[in-house]
Nanobody, 120 residues
Framework: QVQLVESGGGLVQAGGSLSLSCVASGSIFSVDAMGWYRQALGKQRELVAVTTSAGTTSYADSVKGRFTISRDNAKNTVYLQMNSLKPEDTAVYYC??????????????WGQGTQVTVSS
C-alpha cells in the first residue's frame, strides 16, 4: 500500500556533496515524521536525521553542521543534503516514515536504501 523510494546515492570524494531524496507513495493520507538512517557494513543501523510534519529537525551529532534534512509535505518527500562528506559517512542510507492511511491507521515504513560511498 505504501512505498518509500530513495534516490541520489552514489560515489563521491571526501569533502564532496550528495543530495538524497525519498518519496512516499501509495494509500497515504498524510506523512508524519520522516527520517534518514544509515547502516555501514558490520554496524547497526543508526539515525542520521529526522523531521516532523511541522518541520522540526534533529540530527545525529556526527552529521550536525554538515547534513540538512528537509521535506515537502505536498509531495510526501524528504530530502537529505549532505555536505563535507567523510569516508565514515559511507553506508546504505534508508528512508523511514510514519504514514497515516486514509483509514487513519498509522504505520511505519522503510525504503530499500541507497548506497552512499565516500572515498578518501
Amino acid at each position: 500500500q505504501v512505498q518509500l523510494v530513495e534516490s541520489g546515492g552514489g560515489l563521491v570524494q571526501a569533502g564532496g556533496s550528495l543530495s538524497l531524496s525519498c518519496v512516499a507513495s501509495g494509500s497515504i493520507f498524510s506523512v508524519d515524521a520522516m527520517g534518514w538512517y544509515r547502516q555501514a557494513l558490520g554496524k547497526q543501523r543508526e539515525l542520521v536525521a529526522v523531521t516532523t510534519s511541522a518541520g522540526t529537525t534533529s540530527y545525529a551529532d556526527s552529521v550536525k553542521g554538515r547534513f540538512t534534512i528537509s521535506r515537502d509535505n505536498a509531495k510526501n518527500t524528504v530530502y537529505l543534503q549532505m555536505n563535507s562528506l567523510k569516508p565514515e559517512d559511507t553506508a546504505v542510507y534508508y528512508c523511514n516514515a510514519d504514514v497515516y492511511w486514509f483509514n487513519s491507521r498509522r504505520l511505519n515504513y522503510w525504503g530499500q536504501g541507497t548506497q552512499v560511498t565516500v572515498s578518501s
